[in-house]
């Protein structure tokens, strides 16, 4: 699966889109301009993605690589 392909099917399951999901990370202080803080751990944000957006491990993930700048909207 393309990692757009991941984010097609997170807004079609939550609603939200990539940008939704930077403006939660910046919410939640996981950001330091614009990008994840190295602080941050993957798994604290997977388990919270999980949590309020029921997310699958592999989908959290995809945003984890978003909000790290591994990977934008468009990456086969």
Not at 55 to 67: D, F, N, S, T
């Amino acid at each position: 699966m393309s990692f757009q392909a991941y984010l097609t099917n997170i807004e079609a399951k939550t609603g939200k889109g990539p940008a939704d999901f930077r403006a939660y990370a910046a919410a939640k202080d996981w950001l330091d301009g614009g990008t994840l803080r190295p602080d941050v751990k993957a798994g604290t944000i997977v388990a919270d993605l999980k949590q309020q957006f029921a997310l699958g491990h592999g989908h959290a993930m995809a945003i984890v690589a978003l909000l790290k700048g591994k990977k934008k909207e468009g990456d086969a």
